[in-house]
């Protein structure tokens, strides 16, 4: 999650055409959604199989919600508004730019939120 958005997408948008950055970014992007989504699922499952939970699971839960957001509401908004076009200071511009600021702030969220789990570790008893 860190090396696509921290670090592929400045690179594709820094070599390439925004346009053709834009569509590859996004094909990473949705990648890197589904791969959290099965990720945190098998997460969350072993942090309520090992009935260790507590504040992890809710931030496993949070981090969740936040791909399904992303994937689910925010990218096809997103999506819609490119194929309808944006043209430069026009209202789909305006708004598109709003929904990426959305999901910019919920990817850097997902992505501390993960480092935090990193951190701390996924489980609150040490195994033996």
């Not at 390439?16 to 959604?33: C, E, M, N, R, W």
């Not at 819609?80 to 708004?95: F, R």
Request: proline residues 2%.
């Amino acid at each position: 999650m860190w090396f696509a958005g921290y670090v592929v997408a400045p690179v594709l948008f820094n070599l390439l055409d925004k346009a053709v950055a834009g569509q590859v970014a996004g094909q990473v992007f949705t990648i890197t959604s589904y791969i959290g989504l099965v990720c945190c699922t098998f997460l969350i499952l072993s942090v309520v199989s090992g009935k260790s939970g507590g504040f992890r699971l809710w931030m496993l839960i949070i981090m969740l919600i936040i791909i399904l957001l992303g994937q689910f509401v925010l990218s096809p908004m997103m999506t819609e508004l490119k194929t309808a076009g944006i043209d430069k200071g026009s209202d789909n511009a305006i708004q598109f730019a709003r929904l990426h600021g959305v999901s910019s702030i919920l990817y850097l969220i997902n992505s501390l939120l993960g480092l935090a789990l990193v951190v701390l570790g996924i489980r609150t008893t040490d195994a033996v």
